[in-house]
């Protein structure tokens, strides 16, 4: 946590806003976007800005914990190199710092939703919560993943731009998911653990619904693959790191 504080810290110094950073930016996007995608699709604007402002704000938090996973060692090669901590603690600094900015954003989010529907407010929203120790617990071993990889292969932060921007054309962040289905690929939505990780959230706040057992099977799913990958991959991958760096 300190690492972390520390990240943020230097995030914003002799920053005016500061940490506002972190909703001014999103909603300011959010409402290019809806204005943009408002007239593509005949969408109210009302209704679709929270869509895709739930969507930027989980997007954001996947692409940032990612990228920065794949340099968390490489950025902490002079802690590593002068302590012997397990090089977990690295990887969930990154997790840590992008969680802080991901709870701030979701200020905006909650916020708009009260304003404009205030009717989805009950009981349904204490699934929204739930979200926060799922994708503490999928970044957490992704990040420690690709720390391993980024350490070895320094490509890698580049080749994952080009990952993740493929994953977002196929991920319903910002299309609704009746876009893809109108277009005979529900598999993209379906299987896709991106979707289920946002109906944790927008089910809730933007439905008034429960999230469906899919929704949580599919990313304890997740947790449970990517933590098993990272523990196999870091038995043999951890002592190397220090030559690497």
């Known amino acids: 946590m300190h690492l972390s504080l520390s990240d943020l810290r230097s995030r914003w110094r002799r920053s005016f806003f500061g940490i506002l950073w972190t909703v001014i930016q999103p909603l300011g996007l959010t409402i290019l976007l ?3 995608f408002g ?5 109210d604007i009302a209704d679709y800005a929270p869509f895709i402002l739930s969507g930027m704000i989980l997007w954001e938090f996947v692409t940032a914990s990612a990228v920065g996973g794949s340099l968390t060692f490489v950025q902490a090669d002079a802690y590593i190199k002068q302590c012997r901590h397990p090089l977990a603690i690295y990887s969930l600094r990154t ?3 992008n969680l802080i900015v ?31 120790p799922l994708l ?18 320094r490509d890698l932060p580049h080749a994952l731009g080009l990952v993740l921007q493929a994953l977002w054309f196929i991920s319903p962040v910002y299309l609704e998911p009746k876009v893809f289905r109108g277009g005979g690929l529900d598999a993209l939505v379906d299987s896709n653990p991106i979707y289920h ?11 008034g619904e ?13 947790v449970a693959g990517l933590t098993l990958l990272a523990v196999l991959v870091g038995r043999s991958a951890e002592k190397k790191v220090i030559y690497y760096l």
């Open 197 to 207: 990780l946002l109906q944790i959230v927008r089910a809730p706040l933007l439905h």
């Open 136 to 153: 503490v617990f999928i970044a957490w071993p992704l990040a420690t993943l690709l720390g391993y990889i980024g350490a070895r292969f």
């Open 95 to 97: 997790v840590l710092t």
């Open 39 to 43: 007239k593509i699709f005949h969408s």
């Open 210 to 222: 429960w999230p469906t057992w899919q929704n949580y099977g599919f990313s304890f799913g997740l």
């Open 102 to 132: 991901f709870l701030c954003a979701s200020t905006s989010l909650l916020v708009w939703v009260l304003i404009w529907r205030p009717q989805n407010f009950g009981w349904t929203w204490l699934a929204v919560p739930t979200i926060i």
């Open 34 to 36: 809806s204005i943009v």
